[in-house]
């Protein structure tokens, strides 16, 4: 089992890349939505939210990723079917 990266994890990390790309498409949207959060509401000062923006765009990537990733295994299981 896959241990879920928190968002102070994820600003602390010195590899955000490497941390990222471990994540599953459930844990990235629920960083990303807690980012999200953070941001809106004001809780962060002005360099926490670049560093958690800079963070969002890298989860975002990897989300984007699994999703084509997704779309290319119902494509082949679509042919196979038809």
Do not use: W
Not at 15 to 31: C, M, N, R
Not at 42 to 53: C, E, N, P, Q, T
């Amino acid at each position: 089992m896959v241990k879920k990266l928190s968002l102070k994890e994820l600003l602390a990390t010195e590899d955000p890349a490497k941390v990222i790309e471990t994540l599953s498409f459930e844990q990235g949207l629920s960083l990303l939505e807690e980012l999200v959060e953070k941001v809106e509401t004001g809780a962060l000062d002005l360099d926490a939210s670049i560093l958690s923006y800079e963070r969002g765009m890298l989860v975002i990537s990897q989300l984007r990723a699994l999703l084509e990733g997704a779309e290319k295994k119902l494509k082949v299981v679509n042919k196979k079917g038809s």
